[in-house]
């Protein structure tokens, strides 16, 4: 098998520090890439499947890809068979609990009997709170999920925050931390077993490339 390398690597918000990295490391990302979905690097070392970062772990899984960079956050929300060999330590944010400062839930307010709970993030969410005892309803939403408690849809949600700004605009507040998120490295264990020797050369090149 070739030591070329697939690398599934995520479209938006990571897309920026992903391509730096990888170019700290030795794989020349070209500068533009336009509207292509798979682009060779300049050096012809790797392939680059240019996806959501959603279907980044199914890539990965299924041997489309040998590695691929993914947030934590969508790894929490998936079923997929991948292994994470390194944290690549950007992109960091927090998945929360957040609520309406007015609500109280952050001072030790007692939720509501049966909880409403917004978020694109139900699998995290719904572990979270069956942990804790608390009945609830997941009510997924896509998008504007601060809205929903300000408009009654639900009483908290369930988010991802870097910053805090957008909460703080629509006056709510942290109730609780579920987890930390940043990029991490994910490898097909076959793949990686098979690539043993190029893929632990990108893992320390990608690893010192952010130091």
Excluded at 57 to 84: H, M, N, Q
Excluded at 101 to 118: I, K, M, N, Q
Excluded at 126 to 145: A, W
């Amino acid at each position: 098998m070739s030591d070329r390398l697939t690398i599934a690597v995520p479209k938006g918000a990571l897309y920026e520090e992903t391509a730096r990295r990888l170019r700290a490391a030795g794989i020349a990302v070209p500068k533009d890439v336009g509207r292509r979905l798979t682009v060779t690097s300049d050096d012809g070392a790797a392939e680059l499947l240019l996806l959501r970062p959603t279907d980044v772990p199914a890539y990965v899984e299924f041997g489309a890809a040998d590695c691929g960079i993914v947030g934590k956050d969508v790894l929490w929300e998936t079923d997929r068979s991948v292994s994470e060999v390194a944290d690549l330590g950007f992109g960091a944010c927090r998945l929360v609990v957040a609520a309406r400062r007015a609500d109280g839930y952050h001072e030790g307010a007692r939720y509501p009997t049966f909880l409403r709970v917004a978020t694109k993030f139900k699998r995290s969410a719904q572990t979270y709170f069956s942990e804790r005892d608390l009945p609830c309803e997941i009510i997924g939403l896509h998008g504007s999920v601060e809205l929903s408690p300000l408009v009654g849809l639900s009483d908290v949600i369930v988010d991802l925050v870097a910053t805090g700004k957008t909460l703080r605009e629509h006056d709510m507040v942290v109730v609780d931390e579920i987890g930390a998120s940043t990029a991490r490295l994910v490898v097909n264990p076959v793949r990686f077993r098979a690539k043993y020797a190029a893929l632990r050369e990108l893992i320390e090149r990608l690893e010192n490339a952010g130091v």
